[in-house]
């Protein structure tokens, strides 16, 4: 399995980026995808998910502002990050659970979004 997360940046308060996540080595179109992030100092969080059936989830806090998608062609899935607030400064980490929680999933190597004037 491999997670390859891009897009990352430095963007003023207010701003957009749209993050990546290239995945191979695993049957793509069956499985439910995830965006964590970790903020210095912070636990790691889950941000959005997206079900293989395209259900989307998200943390109160991104609620409204992010959309995460998936490009069954192309094997990936996409965060859309908008009106980004200094809060939202974070390390951003794609990832793919098992079907089977109890069981260690698959991590990105991580993308840095820094949301700052």
């Known amino acids: 399995v491999q997670l390859q997360a891009s897009g990352g940046g430095l963007v003023q308060p207010g701003g957009s980026l749209r993050l990546s996540c290239a995945a191979s080595?695993?049957?793509?179109?069956?499985?439910?995808m995830e965006w964590y992030r970790q903020a210095p100092g912070k636990q790691r969080e889950m941000v959005a998910s997206?079900?293989?059936?395209?259900?989307?989830n998200y943390a109160d806090s991104v609620n409204g502002r992010f959309t995460i998608s998936r490009d069954w062609g192309k094997r990936t899935v996409y965060l859309q990050m908008n009106n980004l607030k200094p809060e939202d400064t974070a390390v951003y980490y794609c990832?793919?659970?098992?079907?089977?929680?109890?069981?260690?999933?698959?991590w990105g190597q991580g993308t840095q979004v820094t949301v700052s004037s």
């Open positions: 990832y793919r659970p098992q079907a089977d929680r109890s069981l260690p999933g698959s």
């Open positions: 080595g695993f049957i793509f179109k069956y499985n439910t």
């Open positions: 997206i079900t293989s059936g395209g259900i989307a």
